[in-house]
């Protein structure tokens, strides 16, 4: 397909807007934000995974002087009787009512002026409870014999999910199901039958800037001042719980200090709306980094795979059934479970697959969206178990995923017809950067070297929608309003060029304003990759109808067609000076049908697929197990480009992200305690990290119903990560791990068990 | 809690007091009294880099200097950074590399490159990981991190 010429906006490697801000030190964000006469809050939280509350003694922690104010769930529900928020189930309590469900949920509040008040009254907080049975393993939630909730609440916004309301008796919070052709019978029939199970860890996001709202609330109205990936949904959400209209809630964002998923919905903007209510002044609930790892966390998920493979290795069937952990309350968890279970066949081109998803309460910190939204965890699995059946059958890895491709034209396992998906580019690049053909030093003596590779595919979440606003002044300078928060990702320069190109600006004069929702439009949230999109199409939509509003005022001023008179004398001849405004506005959302609930088949499941892919090459001490990945090859079908550089390093900063979670990344727990909450105890990748040889590439593609053919790239370069360094483990060493992380010790324990001579438990 | 001092120091080059208490820490003291943001407590155990102010040109956690201590010391931020209007060579560097993403930690690692090229004007890629190895980037801007290093050296050169 060719790409129809564009202007210079384009594909401009340009600076972000903001960087002048960031090198300086004057970037805003919402933690380091204070407002006058504001309290600050401290957070006492639950010491037990399940149990009721018996008593919470608040007599001290009120007597500490300055203290002004301690409250529990009681006390929340006096302004907001139904106190239960949450994207998909209205599940989650501001403070703890009647039970607590994991360890460090919320149970008690201390305001004061000076933060270490509040810090040393919360240490004279104690609580009494009776204490339940709790379960933490997916599979053990699965079998419902310990129920986290007593009843399912999922709100009713979602129409897959209304049949969940009321349920009892269960732990699982979604099941989705697809069903395409008849899996069993192309088993039974099948010349080779492969099945493994997989296992993720729980990890974090650990973005530097910790959660932070801040609510000033007035009766006629609340600011909410907050850290947050979808200002849309939070004034929404606190609308509701307020059951006031969304024009009394008013929410501010700044930048973010990183979001990568953690910051989206809603997370600590009710308990300081909550607060301020109570306490008639603004309140400020910020955390400090202990306390993120009680916040929101990444699914760890078992998923069992089973492949079916004819006498000629194609593969004619794929069962998969995926366990997601989701912790105590459900968060964003059962559309991980549908929108990203649905692509758990993976890549190929499969007549007969079954999936089965299923999302999980357990008593452990809730979990949500983490860059990749499920894609990592199923990518890992989907994978390393494509890589074993090519090896088991004596195939060439590379050979026997190109043979059995899923491409252009060819339908999805749901049923929709894939399309614009630069797959056998993306695997033929991998493949090239590698030397794949070539002979590889396989190393000598105790160090052994091996290479794999992995490719992911993914669909956007669908459906959503973005609205912005285009607004030329009368100098013909140009504002841009949209709600995507620029969370490190580069948004606001990429909708700047696209604004640009439309109206022929040069990107860096356009302004972005501050997220506001009293001034920025909805917007579904910063999500998933889908801002480029979505908002790209609002925005560019919002610009071009400007840009034929400007048309028509020159045609009232007596232009000549095409005239290129500059804006600002446009503006002074219809107006007598520098006045007025010319404002376009640009909604968007794409086409969807919703899947068949029996059989999760759908001609249009999303409206665009993403596709990336890793190559690496490893080096093995086979005396220690010491692992070093000296070589990583990112490639990802990115649409085109509309900034190279941003581009570049969203795919590098993705793919470093995705090494710590594969590598050493993990969440230790005893009891439902988390043992390693801080950045001492919990180790994220470093600058030593950097595999020595890091490649990147976008391939040469075009999505053509994207804003001047572009795509979402912030979560591609995680897919192909994990399973391509255990791919390149078993080709160095001949040992296959299925657990992440991939640490020293599991590939040590794992030469030695191959060699009969297995380590003990410690 | 115990009684507040008045301590005076040098902040970005002019005298000034503050009253603190025993357990402030720098970064409090900066950002409550002087509405210096720049530098910012994130993980609180001075592992991340992300609160990196210079101590008598010294790079110090802020989080973990308590605030009477800088008594007749001399602190500078990343405020200090460029004159009037124009950006510092390092900072410049910084933008044309592409070496930040969400910006959280940045300044941190902005003011690490000052005191590395004040010691070592021309290091090599090895020197700065390992002087830049106090400091932590969850975006991960590494490799262009290093990048902009080296750039600001060049700079230096020609400049």
Known sequence: MTAPVTGKQIGRSLPRLEARAKVSGRAEYTHILRLPGMLTCKIFRSTVPHGRIKSIDIAAARKVPRVYAVYTGDDIRKVIPDPYYGPAFHDQPILALNKVHYVGEPVAAVLAEDPHIADQAVQLIAAEYEELPAVFDELEAADNKVLVHQELKPATTFADLKHLKGVKGTNCALDFKLRRGDADKAFASAAHVFEHTFKTQRVLHLAFEPFASIADYKDDGVTIYTASQSPSFVRTEIARLLGWPENRVRVKVPFLGGGYGGKLYIKLEAMAVALSMLARRPVKVALTMDEVFYTITKHPSTFRIKTGVDKNGKIVARKCDVWWNGGAYADVGPRVTQKSGFTASGPYDIDNVAIDSYALYTNLPPAGALRGFGIPQLVWAYESHTDMIARALGRDPLDFRKQNLLRDGRPHATGTILKDVAIEKVLDTIAERLDWERPFDRGSGTVKRGRGLAVGLKAVISPTTSVAIVNVAGDGSCTVYCSTIDMGQGSDTAMAQIVGEVLNMAAETIRIVPRDTDVTPYDMGTLGSRSLFHMGHAVRLAAEEAKAKIAQLAREVGEPEGSNIPLAELFAKKFGMQAGNIVGTGTYKPDYVPPDPATGQTSNATPFWMVAGSGVEVEIDTETGQLRVTRLVNVADVGRPINPKIVETQLSGASLMQLGFTLFEKMHFDGGQVTNASLADYKIPGIHDVPAVMENEAVEAYQSNGPFGAKGVGELATFGVSPAIANAIEDAVGVRLTELPLTAEAVFRALRAKDNRPLGDE | ?159
């Open chain 2, 1 to 159: 809690m115990t009684a507040a001092r008045t301590i005076n120091f040098t902040l970005n080059g002019r005298a000034v007091s503050a009253e603190v208490k025993p357990h402030h820490n720098l970064i409090e003291v900066l950002q409550g009294q002087f509405a210096l943001t720049g530098a910012r407590e994130s993980c609180g155990q001075g592992l991340c880099g992300c609160c990196t102010v210079l101590l008598d040109g010294k790079p110090v956690s802020g989080c973990l200097t308590l605030a009477v201590f800088v008594e007749g010391a001399e602190i500078t931020t990343i405020e200090n950074l460029g004159g009037s209007g124009d950006l510092d060579p390092v900072q410049q560097a910084f933008i044309e590399a592409g070496a930040f993403q969400c910006g959280y930690c940045t300044p941190g690692f902005i003011l690490m490159t000052k005191t590395l090229l004040a010691r070592q004007p021309q290091p090599s890629d090895d020197e700065i990981k390992d002087y830049l190895s106090g400091n932590l980037c969850r975006c991960a801007a590494y490799p262009e991190i290093v990048n902009a290093v080296k750039l600001a050296a060049r700079k230096n050169k020609t400049g």
